[in-house]
């Protein structure tokens, strides 16, 4: 028996040592290691063609049935592939057309795909669980998209901390209604708007070794669970290897003119499903994971009167961001309360925020200079 893995240098090695260890142990003699399906010309070549092979599209899946009922009812009936939703679990190595630059995407000469239904798709969990960050202010239908979609990226459920700046009713509303029956959700209100300190202060009450911020007017696209089904635990594990790793989104769905968009020096280095960022071009920060220790040196660095300078994380030389685009639906504006050409984009921040967990009913008084004391 034989299978591919898609698999580059910076996934999780003790996770795919344990897909390589129950293949062997199940009879599998050829087990081809590829960064990209890119390079499943290089994979055919130690395949044997006229047999089925499982495919693997990350190190994480795991399928629920043994592969020899796999390749039996495959062989049995003459399909080409077979496959979970729009994920082909399985395939005859001789029947590959080519593949298509720069794509993740197969094709094949007299394609046969069943779509099976009674197998099902888990996924191996890393012990190092994320935590993630939202904050908001008076965008509570922008707030409501965002978390929803947030939720159902999700195959395993995880902290997730909103702050709420000085809320509006609607805004304090729908997160309540999100956080309810929700054990994995917390929601803290601030009396003061601490704007985009809101992430000083979250980092302040928590105090986690590695986090990710979310804006609220961010949306990941329904296929994200197919496509990137671990992202947020993948995004931890390449911050082994990098200053930040972050969804990237849609040039159409900025919230500045295509002309003033930063352009890439050169084309990223697509490695599989992910993109390398080695320059100190600017990187969305709509959902963004950093390690703390980064962001707070960041912020030392920065000296801004915030106590919380993204600019200087985004625009590290080392990123890494999934090729799937997302949605940036919002403009800034409207969180920063509107513009008025009188004022400034910001005021003045608090010296002493004063927060409660409406979720436990805790209570705090943070000084978001108290940051830079780490």
């Not at 304090?172 to 809101?198: H, M, P, Q, R």
């Amino acid at each position: 028996m034989q299978a591919v893995i898609v698999k580059d240098r910076y996934d999780n090695q003790k996770i795919c040592d344990d897909l390589k260890h129950s293949l062997t142990s199940s009879g599998f003699t050829k087990i081809v290691e590829i960064e990209s399906l890119n390079e499943i010309d290089h994979a055919k070549i130690q395949l044997d063609e006229n047999m089925p092979c499982l495919l693997y599209h990350n190190i994480f899946t795991r399928y629920s049935i043994p592969p020899d009922n796999i390749f039996k009812f495959q062989k049995e009936h003459g399909f080409t592939t077979l496959s979970i939703d729009s994920k082909i679990i399985s395939f005859l190595p001789k029947s590959i057309l080519k593949t298509c630059k720069n794509t993740s995407t197969l094709e094949f000469t007299n394609l046969n795909d069943f779509k099976v239904s009674n197998v099902d798709c888990s996924y191996v969990m890393p012990d190092e669980k994320p935590m993630i960050f939202i904050y908001s202010h008076n965008r509570d239908i922008y707030l409501q998209l965002t978390l929803n979609s947030l939720n159902f990226s999700l195959i395993e459920k995880f902290p997730i901390k909103i702050l709420l700046n000085q809320p509006t009713e609607k805004v304090k509303k729908v997160a309540l209604d999100f956080a309810a029956g929700k054990d994995y959700v917390e929601v803290l209100e601030s009396k003061e708007n601490t704007f985009i300190t809101a992430t000083n202060i979250l980092l302040q009450w928590f105090k986690p070794e590695k986090f990710i911020i979310m804006e609220d007017d961010f949306i990941f696209p329904y296929t994200t669970k197919n496509y990137f089904p671990n992202w947020p635990f993948q995004f931890l594990d390449r911050l082994k290897h990098f200053d930040a790793v972050g969804w990237s989104v849609f040039i159409e769905n900025t919230n500045v003119p295509y002309w003033n968009l930063p352009r890439w020096p050169q084309e990223p280095k697509c490695m599989g499903d992910w993109e390398i960022l080695e320059s100190k071009t600017l990187m969305m920060a709509q959902a963004l994971a950093v390690t703390s220790s980064f962001y707070v040196t960041r912020a030392q660095q920065a000296n801004d009167k915030y106590v919380c300078n993204f600019d200087s994380t985004l625009h590290s030389p080392k990123k890494c961001t999934p090729s799937l685009k997302c949605y940036h639906i919002g403009f800034n504006q409207e969180m920063d309360g509107l513009c008025d050409l009188r004022k400034p984009r910001w005021p003045d921040p608090v010296e002493v925020c004063h927060i409660t967990s409406l979720t436990t009913g805790e209570q705090r008084e943070i000084k978001p200079k108290d940051l830079l004391k780490w």
